[in-house]
């Protein structure tokens, strides 16, 4: 099974800065199975990309996610203050299954 | 509009059962997967279950294998969650969410259900 990374577990950061977010597979995968979601306390996940780097309906184009192999990364280009969330990366693996990392709080 | 409500989250004691449903509006049910998620309060996020259109393929993450089961109604637009010999560890808000079938991702989640395993 495929495991997710995401570290450090908490970054800090200041509105109108660049945030560069990464996930880490423990195996080679398909970048058509990595997807990203932003949680807010107290809601529901929001999917923001799909495919490592297709804008999920609705997302604004300040988020950006790339990446291949083992290594992928969200960037948020400038944070505005309703960016300051978690941030969780979601695989689609062989067994069938999903696995999301364990997220990575992004503050202020 | 998209909207996914679920509902049936309660308190339960361990070895007890309990269904959650999701009641889903604004598209065409029938031709989606659909997908249970839940969330330990103050942990991340684990997928449960999936089940395609059909009923006819049906997958569960090994934490719940056995014990849960996953179905769906299209004719009422609904999904469900029977869970059984429930344990402390099963404590989680219960998400349904949406699975286009080519994005191995989730596009749209309910509010979630709060279900409480405790004695």
């Known amino acids: 099974e495929t495991v997710l990374t995401q570290s450090p577990g908490t970054l800090s950061f200041s509105p109108g800065e660049r945030a560069t977010l990464s996930c880490r597979a423990s195996q080679t995968v398909d970048s058509s199975f990595l997807a990203w979601y932003q949680q807010k306390p107290g809601q529901a996940p929001r999917l923001l990309m799909y495919?490592?780097?297709s804008r999920a309906t609705g997302i604004p184009d300040r988020f950006s996610g790339s990446g291949s192999g083992t290594d992928f990364t969200l960037t948020i280009s400038r944070l505005e203050p309703e960016d300051f969330a978690v941030y969780y990366c979601q695989l689609f693996g062989s067994s069938p299954t999903f696995t999301f990392g364990p997220g990575t709080k992004v503050d202020i | 509009e998209v909207q996914l409500v679920e509902s049936g989250g309660a308190l339960v004691q361990p070895g007890g059962s309990l269904r959650v449903s999701c009641a889903t509006s604004?598209?065409?049910?029938?031709?989606?997967?659909m997908t249970w998620v839940r969330q330990a309060p103050g942990k991340g996020l684990e997928w449960v279950a999936n089940?395609?259109?059909?009923?006819?393929?049906?997958n569960y993450a090994d934490s719940v294998k056995g014990r849960f089961t996953i179905s769906r109604d299209n004719s009422k637009n609904s999904l469900f969650l029977h869970m059984n010999s429930l344990r402390a560890e099963d404590t989680a808000v219960y998400y349904c969410?949406?699975?286009?079938?080519?994005?191995?991702?989730?596009?749209?989640w309910g509010q979630g259900t709060l279900v409480t395993v405790s004695s």
């Open positions: 495919r490592a780097s």
């Open positions: 089940i395609n259109q059909h009923e006819s393929d049906k």
């Open positions: 969410a949406r699975q286009p079938s080519a994005w191995y991702s989730f596009d749209y």
């Open positions: 604004g598209f065409s049910f029938g031709t989606y997967w």
